[in-house]
């Protein structure tokens, strides 16, 4: 089991310098409790450092991204809220495809392939999760996930005895 307190403290070092450079205030909210979870390590970095480089990168100079995590009882929830530029609501569903970026020329700029989404929606939704959107266009996203504290039988991929 992994502490979610410590995948957040390694993932937040990985992206220190991309928040600093763009004056970028990185806050995060954990519950009192200490919350673990029955995950690959690595892959659950990788979803944090992927949703706050998002974040880092679609938010102006002097902007918020802020991490809240929740105990639901079966699941952790965590939330990666920015207050930068929003994503337009008929885009919303498509972000999570791979190669979809919403706009291609900000985004030249930005950097990126348009991978970084599907690719942590793989993960999440393989762990019997879910991610979603919200956000207010011009104004800022917030990206929800959920993943169950232990693996559920159903989830697990079966393997053929011969
Ligand atoms: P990569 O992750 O491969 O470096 P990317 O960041 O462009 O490239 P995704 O992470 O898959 O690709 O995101 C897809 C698109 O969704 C982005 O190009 C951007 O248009 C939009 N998007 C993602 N996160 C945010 C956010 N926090 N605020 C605004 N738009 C976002
Ligand atoms: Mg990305």
Known sequence: DVNI??????????????????????KVGY??????????KDKLIRVFVN?????IKF????????????????????????NGI????????????????VDSTATRKAGGTGLGLAIIKGIID????????ESDNGKGSTFTFRLP???KEEDFTEIEQH
């Open 126 to 133: 393989g762990q019997g999760g879910n991610i979603f959107v």
């Open 149 to 151: 504290k232990e693996l």
């Open 31 to 40: 519950p009192q409790e200490s919350l673990t979870i029955r995950t690959d």
């Open 86 to 101: 929003g994503i337009p609501p008929e885009k919303r569903d498509k972000i999570f495809d791979k190669f979809y970026q």
């Open 59 to 82: 938010t102006p100079h002097e902007g918020d991204v802020e991490i809240s995590v929740t105990d639901t009882g079966d699941n952790i929830q965590a939330s990666i809220k920015d």
């Open 5 to 26: 307190r410590e995948i957040i403290e390694t993932s937040l070092q990985t992206v220190e310098k991309q928040a600093k450079d763009k004056g970028i205030n990185l």
């Open 51 to 55: 949703l706050l480089t998002n974040a």
